[in-house]
């Protein structure tokens, strides 16, 4: 089979490509080729089969039908421009998140107009398409209505990738990431990014900057259960979801102060202490718009599969990044 | 005040035209210059101010821009592709649902760059953005999963006039109608056409066919109470909107059983025998997937009406289309 990955140079593209070439197969079909897309040229890897990759910008005319002119059979797209930028920007992130998707979209439907063609799309979403009103608790029938151009336009992706789903012109699976975390490298523009840099830099002990009081609750995964959900879901069965297209992940509803915690059992004081409180109402006031918890039993009925707890996510993070090092002890 | 009506040569946009002439004000500021456009050129009509009409197809380059450039204080928005052409035809659904509207939000924020301009816009959407699950009452806070192209472009819509709103480039709100009953005239080519012809031939002494079970149950307002809707709309504080910008009308839950005991009630025997039961599975199948109730109470506390009894929606019929003229009794 042949595999496009769209926004394969991020953090989530680079984990989700090499697990792929190290499975070498989707659903016991062995993998001959992959494409790795992105808006800059994604690094290679090692793979036994075919591999090449693109530098290409879907929003612009005709970058995602030569994306399609080879027909792949699975496509993962989370190529996106994040909610700070989104919401700065507003052109571009219509732009990018919004045109974009619908341009691959498209492309995939005229291309089964010459003749039949029906791939695997993988969709990734966000929480953030929830907004208000904000139960402790969302199930995955409560109104989507975000409340930045980020979520708006996430969320007109998900009404897309249901309505070309059911007329059969791909068959579609959307997934809602929680917030990552712990994000390996360097802070982006998401006003998430001390979900992760509050337990990444003092792991290495260096200092991080907390915006918001400890008392903020909010849902998350790790960048290793994200690239699990992708994996699964180019493998389930897609009969079950009829017009619920896309699934919130499971995750682990937590406080800043439960990562606190998590991060003094695993690390010691002396990485909590590397943390300064310096408050940002800009930030507050946005992270304040966010959902804390989500019943998703659906996704776990499906078999999706995330973290417990915080300090297994901390675990997950030594492993994967770190070379299984844990920091000295305070 | 200068309004704007696109979609004006419609069932609702010649009764909402008439209305506001006839009323001459909205929120007490009158009105000194009205707009009516259509893809067809509507009707002109006795009015004090300045009145032009104008033939135009919004999702053609320019045309909103056009439309826009002089800066109408209040605009309604319900031009559309009914529900059965758009799902007939894939690409003029969303060339004209979808990219039309957003041509008209986007020549809105355009204009709002060069010198403020944030018009009222009033957009119609619809009860078939609901779709799956579908409990037999559903709230504002709903998921809104819609069934066909039509529902899922009327719901993107919906989600752009939110996120336009909430950045101030517009003060927009939506309306979800009931299914409207009785629409004067002739059927168009919407799957609920005989949700109204049922009433509307026999009350003329003419047949009717009946494609479905008298079980099925929906969602109901007259002409007259959805124009009382837009003109409410337009009136309205928004203020206490928040993020859920578009509303759910309120409505009579009935069924067909329920319509034609109005009918006997109102116009006899003679009327009810009328009705030819012929049914049609194709516009079965597409009537299960809609839905039968709603919890309106949103609606309501803002101020919006509708009717209570089928009685009362066909004496409204008899009232403004048959010049009150009860049909002979059997």
Partial sequence: MHILIIGAAGMIGR?????????????????R????????????????????TVATD?????????????????????AAIVS??????F??????????????????????????????????????VFGEPLPPVISDTHCVTPLTSYGTQKAICELLLADYSRRGIFDGIGIRLPTISIRPGKPNKAASGFFSSILREPLIGEEAVLPVSENVRHWFASPRAAKGFLL????????????????????????????????????????????????NETIANIISGWPQ??????????????????????????????????????
């Fill in 91 to 128: 052109e571009k992130g219509y732009s990018v998140n919004l045109d974009g998707t619908r341009a691959l979209f498209e492309a995939i439907r005229l291309a089964g107009l010459e003749r039949p063609y029906t791939p695997r799309v993988v969709f990734t979403s966000s929480i953030v």
């Fill in 15 to 31: 984990k989700l490509s090499r697990a792929l070439a190290a499975a070498g197969t989707v659903n016991g079909r062995p993998i």
């Fill in 33 to 52: 080729r992959m494409t790795l897309a992105d808006i800059i040229v994604p690094e290679a890897l090692d793979f036994g089969g075919d591999i090449e």
């Fill in 293 to 330: 918890g989500f019943d998703a039993r659906r996704a776990e009925a499906l078999g999706f599969r995330a973290e417990t707890s915080f300090e297994e996510i901390i675990r997950v993070h030594i492993e994967d990044e770190l070379e299984s090092r844990l920091p000295e002890r305070a």
């Fill in 232 to 279: 699964h879901a180019a493998e389930i069965d897609t009969g079950s979801l009829g017009q619920l297209r896309t699934i919130t992940m499971p995750g682990l509803s937590a406080t800043v102060g439960d990562q606190i915690e998590a991060l003094r059992r695993v690390a010691g004081d002396a990485a909590t202490q590397l943390i300064r409180r310096e408050p």
């Fill in 84 to 89: 700070g930028e989104a919401e700065a920007d």
């Fill in 58 to 78: 879907l929003s612009r005319p005709g970058a995602a039908s030569a994306l399609i002119a080879s027909r792949p059979d699975l496509i993962f797209h989370f």
